[in-house]
């Protein structure tokens, strides 16, 4: 069975400052993908970032990338120049690909981060 | 486009009391899921459907618990009977099958409470 670990329950930075989170996974597959997804007050749960396993090049939105090491099964996201507006719980997340050509698995969710961004 | 609808948004009962919660898809999405959050086990999934056909409902708690896709654009989750441990968010996500199409989008979920 897969597991996500998301070991900071809590994290601040200052408005403008640059945070990471960190992230890492336990799983025997080989293609799989791996999200994170924000979930602000609201609880609104909003993609910010995917990354494909077999894809090395590390994945880019904007402000958000992350840092995915296979070998070390660990998928960090870093927030560049963050914005009052990232305050939120931040969750990583696994999928497995299932055999058949591109067909979906289910989610698996790490416990979550939330990050607040002070003025 | 309309992101995946969720209604209701809040539903208060007392137990014993049926709850329906529903859920309508992005349109053109094949895959249909239902997750709960709670504090003590996080988000986790409940069932997930496929071209409206149920895949693996290994996450559902228990009888109490049943879920229905009766055509591409809707599904319902229902609770009968409604206990105080099922007070959660309910949130329905939906996806595209097929190559580089597994991105799941969420509905704003429903917050359950039963007293």
């Known amino acids: 069975a897969q597991t996500v670990t998301q070991s900071q329950p809590e994290m601040s930075v200052q408005e403008a400052e640059t945070v990471t989170l960190s992230c890492t996974y336990d799983?025997?597959?080989?293609?799989?993908?791996l999200f994170w997804y924000k979930q602000p007050p609201s609880r609104q749960m909003i993609l910010v970032i995917r990354?494909?396993?077999?894809?090395?090049q590390n994945a880019t939105e904007n402000r958000f990338s992350v840092n995915f090491q296979k070998a070390a099964k660990s998928f960090s996201l870093k927030i560049s120049d963050s914005q009052l507006g990232d305050t939120a719980m931040y969750f990583c997340?696994?999928?497995?690909?299932?055999?058949?050509?591109?067909?979906?698995?289910?989610?698996?969710f790490g416990k979550g981060t939330k990050l607040s961004v002070k003025p | 486009d309309a992101g995946v609808i969720q209604s209701p948004r809040h539903e208060v009962t007392e137990m014993g009391q049926e709850v329906t919660l529903r859920c309508k898809p992005i349109?053109?999405?094949?895959?249909l899921f239902w997750y709960r959050q709670t504090m003590m086990r996080g988000l986790e999934l409940l069932i997930y459907?496929?071209?409206?056909?149920?895949?693996?409902d290994s996450g559902m708690p228990e009888d109490r618990f049943s879920a229905k896709m009766p055509n591409a654009s809707f599904s319902t989750l229902k609770i009968q009977p409604s206990e105080p441990r099922d007070s959660a968010v309910y949130f329905c996500?939906?996806?595209?099958?097929?190559?580089?199409?597994?991105?799941?989008?969420f509905g704003p979920g429903t917050r359950l409470l039963v007293l």
């Open positions: 996500a939906s996806s595209l099958g097929g190559a580089k199409q597994e991105t799941q989008y």
């Open positions: 799983t025997s597959e080989s293609n799989y993908y």
């Open positions: 990354q494909e396993a077999y894809k090395q």
């Open positions: 997340a696994f999928m497995k690909l299932m055999n058949y050509g591109g067909s979906q698995g289910n989610l698996i």
């Open positions: 349109s053109g999405h094949d895959y």
């Open positions: 459907f496929n071209n409206n056909v149920p895949i693996d």
